[in-house]
């Protein structure tokens, strides 16, 4: 669960595109990121972090109870959510498993994932796991989850597609994969959103769908930058819902 990249670290990534790092992208020349320069800032003290991701106000934190009733977490199920940041959505989420159910926390910073451990330990949240995956793979077992998400983290994923496909190997027949991300639509969306993430709502459903999921539901009406779509395994029994393209 990521968002507001400080000043400094776009000021970085426009001096790495203007020296030739990153490479201009449309016609308006809108610089995108590459989620590995995203990521750096992160080995930073995750207090900082913990601060940023849970104050009254960022859009996430004040809709969380309504991203977890959008979840239909039972007791019981056990779920992960990748890109975790500071743990808060796997702490609320441990709470609605619970009993017989365990969270696993996701995170490719170490910082951040001592963090969420430290956090499981000191507020007694025993079926909260805190798991460091990598850019390639969340390290989560085979055919052993109910539900993954991934709350404003799919544009940090380096290499998007082996992440889908270690996640998919992860989910069970049945399960649930939901991502909620940022409307990316040039001339619309906030400048710090066009320069973080790297594609809009379309492309990223193509990303998913070609890793063998499919859309069953889409949902644009919980906040104003951010849009929740949830998928399953392709042939799993599901009616498809209809994609809608927001942004290139």
Same mark, same amino acid.
């Given at each position: 669960?990521?968002?507001?990249?400080?000043?400094?670290?776009?000021?970085?990534?426009?001096?790495?595109?203007?020296?030739?790092?990153?490479?201009?992208?449309?016609?308006?020349?809108?610089?995108?990121?590459?989620?590995?320069?995203?990521?750096?800032?992160?080995?930073?003290?995750?207090?900082?972090?913990?601060?940023?991701?849970? +104050?009254?106000?960022?859009?996430?934190? $004040?809709?969380?109870? %309504? &991203?977890?009733? @959008?979840?239909?977490?039972?007791?019981?199920?056990?779920?992960?959510?990748?890109?975790?940041?500071?743990?808060?959505?796997?702490?609320?989420?441990?709470?609605?498993?619970?009993?017989?159910?365990?969270?696993?926390?996701?995170?490719?910073?170490?910082?951040?994932?001592?963090?969420?451990?430290?956090?499981?330990?000191?507020?007694?949240?025993?079926?909260?796991?805190?798991?460091?995956?990598?850019?390639?793979?969340?390290?989560?077992?085979?055919?052993?989850?109910?539900?993954?998400?991934?709350?404003?983290?799919? +544009?940090?994923?380096?290499?998007?597609? $082996?992440?889908?496909? %270690? &996640?998919?190997? @992860?989910?069970?027949?049945?399960?649930?994969?939901?991502?909620?991300?940022?409307?990316?639509?040039?001339?619309?969306?906030?400048?710090?959103?066009?320069?973080?993430?790297?594609?809009?709502?379309?492309?990223?459903?193509?990303?998913?769908?070609?890793?063998?999921?499919?859309?069953?539901?889409?949902?644009?009406?919980?906040?104003?930058?951010?849009?929740?779509?949830?998928?399953?395994?392709?042939?799993?029994?599901?009616?498809?819902?209809?994609?809608?393209?927001?942004?290139?």
């Amino acid at each position: 669960m990521r968002n507001c990249v400080p000043a400094h670290v776009l000021r970085r990534v426009a001096a790495l595109a203007i020296a030739g790092a990153i490479p201009w992208a449309g016609a308006q020349q809108t610089i995108t990121p590459t989620a590995k320069e995203l990521n750096k800032q992160f080995d930073a003290d995750a207090s900082q972090w913990t601060e940023r991701f849970e +104050h009254e106000g960022r859009a996430i934190y $004040d809709k969380r109870y %309504e &991203i977890l009733d @959008a979840m239909h977490l039972k007791p019981g199920m056990n779920v992960a959510d990748i890109g975790a940041g500071s743990g808060l959505f796997a702490r609320l989420m441990a709470q609605r498993v619970a009993p017989g159910g365990t969270v696993y926390a996701v995170d490719i910073s170490k910082n951040m994932i001592d963090h969420i451990a430290k956090t499981a330990e000191e507020e007694k949240i025993p079926n909260l796991k805190a798991v460091l995956g990598d850019p390639h793979s969340p390290k989560l077992a085979a055919n052993s989850l109910d539900l993954v998400t991934i709350i404003d983290s799919y +544009h940090h994923f380096e290499f998007a597609q $082996d992440m889908l496909r %270690e &996640i998919r190997k @992860a989910l069970r027949p049945d399960g649930i994969l939901m991502l909620i991300d940022f409307k990316r639509i040039d001339g619309v969306s906030k400048e710090y959103i066009l320069k973080m993430v790297r594609a809009g709502e379309g492309t990223f459903t193509d990303e998913f769908q070609n890793a063998g999921f499919e859309l069953i539901e889409r949902r644009d009406d919980m906040f104003p930058d951010n849009y929740l779509l949830r998928f399953r395994l392709r042939g799993a029994g599901a009616r498809p819902a209809t994609a809608a393209s927001a942004g290139q």
